[in-house]
């Protein structure tokens, strides 16, 4: 037999073997097993994919890829997986179910989720553990169903792949310095820790990796690849960012064997090694960390606020306030039963007002997912939290939405979170506002919550008055002041010396009393060009504005309303001839005092006498209309004029400004119902005015969002608002 024809038989033979040869599949499912087993899923659903090419009609393998994929942020395929297993009579597994569930919940789909949930549950004995846990996730879903039709703007983006990790990423703190920069922590491959077991020994393919801190900046949009931190902060243990001090010269983090136990440092966050010390001291604090308290956020160097599992307090993690004071932290104190629940409580900030508080909690009668992202404002007037307002969606998730800060601008914040479309374990992301939020534009007096009610004492105790400064005051302890509006010329001079009289008697006044806010109202005569009439009614009213804070008013007590020629008290002419008394009684402005409760004022402003028969009736639709409950739409929020011709276009024009924001609030209609201001909405959108919003109002002032569920008991017209 020749050479060539012994290669050719050879060479059939050995391909008849490659096709016909059955790979031992075997070893791969025996691999993916022991991933699955120690939740690698990843790498599990690799093996058993590589299994399932030779065993395709396995329905357990099938299951484990589907859990494996929603695991590894898959969940359509997930889905796809098990929606397939619905129709296999012989797989009768009840957790099918309650994985569906999960695969709905995490796509809002709540009400399907619910069905899956409920079906898990018929089929799992009475005394499943698994049961109650399975019942909150159903209360969740109510809950999400409930918030799901308020509308939100807020933009959420993940950081991206150059950011996060297949590991947990969290804890994202902005610079306190650099817009541009934030700082986190991740634990990933590559960290100095290295693999770890749950003791925080050195483990194989068991392990999970220990934690170090990095830091990312942002340019030209995109964020650039993380930087750990210096390997002086960098250890073999789990190392996690807490929190900077106010003006970012001192670092505090957490450094222990596992992520819930060890010690927490101070460092001078100083670059060059020769600059620091070997050793960072101990933190002399209220916590003990090597107990479980976690969730440090510091606000102005003087108040901690952290959560802790410590006895005496309502269930799970609670929040805690600390003060540092002489020297000294004070004892921690829980933050009360209006914040903290029997579920667990975490991750506090509070913003810059030092009245809203941001935390996340996993209570199913206030959370869609796991962990949601709360707000809850703080009333100075009663002493105690509002009702809590979860940020809804595209904030929160199925997933633990934690860590949210707000940063220094207020146009953004960051926060972690394990939902399911991100790269594995928890992911940084960003929310984008459309505007500033209002609690990171303004500093308010007290600085925080905790020194209200000493401040009211101190004040009352410094006038010698009664301890209790919201006690009913002697006539001969009140001061009385009996005021006029701000009257202008024809120029349009608001500094004359009468006037300049009354905004230093109310300058005087706001800096004794510095709780109390006040709202200038500007009209015009109606002689100015129409498109610039209101403009310059905003501009008048800042000119006295601008009076009271260089005479030391708070900036953020300061509110203006620019209404122009829209609601004269008198006639402008009567009988065709100009009416010149009416024109001088329209030049001004009307002054409201706010928050006078508990002080020992009694102020008066004149209203403008008006004839009977120069008396114009738009006042008094006005005043009528913005009795108790109305509508505005807010078409425009700019630092400059608006140019665009909504604003005479539009019935009731009106500028808005917070002195201390620097943006002027443009806004059209007056409705009292939320029906009409839909409609006019609707106008608005199909003329062209792409960023409309419907704001509500209580006697002519703004309600904030975190008000407006507390309100719809006494006007239960605000429900509409909530459900659009």
């Not at 409930?146 to 590991?167: F, Y």
């Not at 914040?339 to 975490?346: A, F």
């Not at 534009?441 to 919201?470: H, N, W």
């Not at 349009?492 to 010396?497: A, F, P, R, V």
Request: hydrophobic share 35%; glycine share 8%.
């Amino acid at each position: 037999m020749s050479q060539k024809l012994v290669a050719l038989l050879l060479f059939s033979l050995l391909a008849w073997g490659a096709l016909h040869a059955q790979p031992d599949t075997k070893g791969y499912k025996r691999v993916a097993e022991q991933y699955f087993s120690l939740g690698k899923y990843p790498e599990a659903l690799q093996n058993y994919l590589l299994y399932q090419q030779n065993n395709p009609g396995d329905p357990d393998v099938k299951f484990r890829i589907g859990i494996c994929y929603f695991e590894t942020s898959k969940p359509s395929e997930a889905l796809q997986q098990f929606s397939s297993l619905q129709q296999e009579a012989k797989f009768s597994n009840p957790l099918l179910y309650y994985y569906l569930g999960l695969c709905a919940h995490a796509s809002y789909q709540f009400l399907d989720a619910i069905n899956y949930y409920k079906e898990y549950l018929r089929k799992i004995d009475n005394n499943n553990p698994q049961r109650a846990m399975v019942k909150d996730q159903i209360r969740r879903c109510a809950f999400g169903l409930r918030i799901q039709q308020t509308k939100s703007s807020t933009l959420v983006e993940n950081m991206g792949p150059a950011v996060n990790s297949s590991g947990d990423d969290f804890r994202p703190i902005p610079s306190p310095n650099l817009g541009n920069k934030i700082y986190f922590s991740s634990a990933r491959e590559g960290n100095v820790g290295g693999l770890r077991d749950a003791s925080g020994k050195e483990a194989g393919m068991e392990g999970v990796f220990n934690s170090d801190m990095f830091s990312t900046t942002q340019s030209g949009g995109v964020w650039a690849k993380p930087e750990p931190m210096s390997f002086l902060l960098n250890s073999s243990r789990n190392d996690v960012l807490l929190d900077f001090n106010k003006d970012g010269t001192q670092l505090y983090y957490f450094q222990g064997l596992t992520r819930f136990s060890g010690d927490i440092f101070i460092d001078t966050f100083r670059a060059r090694p020769e600059d620091r010390s070997l050793f960072s001291p101990v933190f002399q604090g209220p916590v003990r960390p090597w107990e479980g308290d976690r969730d440090l956020h510091f606000f102005q160097d003087t108040i901690l606020l952290f959560s802790s599992q410590r006895s005496g307090g309502f269930g799970g993690f609670d929040l805690y306030l600390s003060v540092f004071s002489k020297g000294f932290w004070s004892e921690p104190q829980n933050l009360g039963p209006q914040i903290n629940t029997s579920y667990d409580e975490r991750s506090p900030f509070l913003s810059i007002d030092g009245r809203t508080l941001y935390f996340s909690t996993n209570n199913p009668l206030r959370s869609l997912g796991g962990f949601d992202v709360i707000r809850i404002y703080f009333d100075d007037a009663s002493e105690s939290w509002l009702d809590p307002f979860n940020l809804g969606a595209p904030v929160n998730s199925a997933g633990d939405d934690l860590d949210f800060r707000l940063s220094r601008d207020g146009l953004r914040a960051y926060f972690s979170s394990t939902r399911k479309t991100g790269y594995g374990g928890s992911d940084l992301y960003v929310a984008f506002f459309r505007e500033s939020q209002r609690e990171q534009t303004r500093t308010l007096t007290p600085i925080v919550f905790s020194q209200v009610r000493d401040f009211k004492l101190e004040y009352a105790r410094r006038m010698g008055l009664v301890d209790d400064p919201s006690a009913h005051f002697s006539e001969d302890q009140i001061e009385k002041y009996f005021l006029e509006p701000l009257y202008y010329d024809d120029k349009g001079e608001i500094l004359t010396g009468r006037n300049m009289r009354t905004l230093s008697t109310i300058a005087d006044l706001m800096v004794r009393f510095p709780q109390l806010k006040i709202l200038l109202t500007s009209h015009s005569d109606g002689t100015d060009p129409s498109n610039v009439d209101l403009f310059f009614s905003a501009k008048r009213a800042e000119a006295a504005a601008d009076y009271l804070s260089r005479n030391g008013v708070n900036q953020d007590h300061i509110l203006i309303k620019a209404v122009g020629k829209n609601y004269p008290k008198a006639l402008p002419t009567v009988d065709g001839v100009p009416n010149t008394t009416g024109l001088q009684l329209n030049r001004r402005i009307d002054i409201t005092f706010l928050q006078t409760g508990g002080l020992p004022l009694r102020i008066r402003v004149k209203a403008p006498e008006v004839p009977e028969q120069m008396a114009s009736q738009s006042w008094d639709f006005y005043a009528k209309t913005i009795e108790g409950l109305s509508y505005k739409l807010q078409i425009a929020v700019s630092p400059q004029m608006l140019t665009n011709d909504l604003l005479q276009r539009y019935p009731h024009p009106m500028i808005e400004k917070e002195i201390g924001t620097g943006n002027y609030q443009y806004t059209v209609g007056l409705y009292k119902t939320f029906k009409s201001a839909s409609q006019l909405q609707q106008d608005l959108i199909r003329n062209g005015a792409t960023s409309t919003r419907i704001i509500p109002y209580l006697n002519g002032l703004r309600i904030e969002d975190a008000q407006i569920a507390s309100l719809t008991k006494d006007y239960p017209d605000l429900e509409n608002l909530l459900q659009n």
